[in-house]
């Protein structure tokens, strides 16, 4: 989860945000580039006195300078639609969950599991050892290093489920089923937020995921249901 005065990506806990987090340190290396070639320019012509007609009327010149964005752009967008397809790939899961917001709470459903239910408020009562409008009553419990696939949709207007350290930003819409692949790589909790603005209390539909090794989770099944 985030920290006072962080100023970079939260750490990644799965593939495709490490590869999100690659993709964004890969585009800021070629813009940091293009930004100080831009800014020597505009130095040297201020402080250059003097004018150089052919430079304004050449032909070459106007071919490079089109050719180099064009470049430019190529080494941004290769990389990025990589990454969009990657999002997007649909592999053989080992257990699905869906998703259902609500106005203004989740409820998770492990669909490879008979009457396995489960709904989650955000906690009201401040507590010290809670994080105030982040902790909920029920955690999603998922195992670590499987495919996962996150089946989303809405009981009644746009939610937004997001869990940043995942990668995870999907939308709940009424009506339709959105899905994304995710494969959690280490234990722990990881918090997120509804991302759509959905009513009066949207800001109190906090999300929490306990990722635990495949024995617990198996064991936490057998308690729970």
């Known amino acids: 989860m985030s920290i006072w005065g962080q100023m970079n990506f939260q750490d ?14 890969h585009a800021m290396f070629i813009l940091t580039i293009i930004m100080m070639f831009i800014l020597y320019l505009l130095i040297y012509m201020i402080l250059n006195k003097s004018f150089n007609r052919y430079m304004y009327e050449n032909q ?42 609500n106005q203004w709470y989740w409820v998770y459903e492990y669909m ?6 489960v709904e989650s408020y955000m906690i009201k009562n401040f507590d010290l050892d809670k994080f105030r409008l982040l902790d909920v009553d029920n955690h999603l ?24 350290t995942l990668g995870i930003k999907i939308d709940a819409v009424p009506g339709r089923l959105n899905q994304i692949m995710i494969m959690p790589m280490n234990s722990g909790l990881y918090y997120g937020q509804c ?19 495949y024995k617990m989770f198996l064991n936490w ?3 729970k249901f």
């Open 195 to 213: 991302s759509e603005i959905c009513g009066i209390n949207h800001s109190f539909m906090p999300i929490v995921l306990e990722v635990t090794p």
């Open 141 to 164: 419990i998922l195992p670590s290093k499987l495919n996962l696939k996150f089946l989303v949709t809405s009981m009644d207007v746009i939610h937004s489920f997001t869990v940043p």
């Open 60 to 101: 070459m010149i106007e071919i490079i300078w089109t050719i180099l964005p064009a470049i430019s752009l190529f080494f941004l967008a290769f990389p990025s639609l990589n990454l969009l397809y990657l999002t997007d790939e649909n592999m053989n899961s080992n257990l699905s969950i869906k998703v259902l917001a």
């Open 112 to 117: 490879d599991f008979k009457d396995t239910n």
């Open 221 to 223: 099944l057998k308690n």
């Open 12 to 25: 990644s806990n799965s593939l495709i945000m490490e590869n999100m987090i690659m993709f964004y340190d």
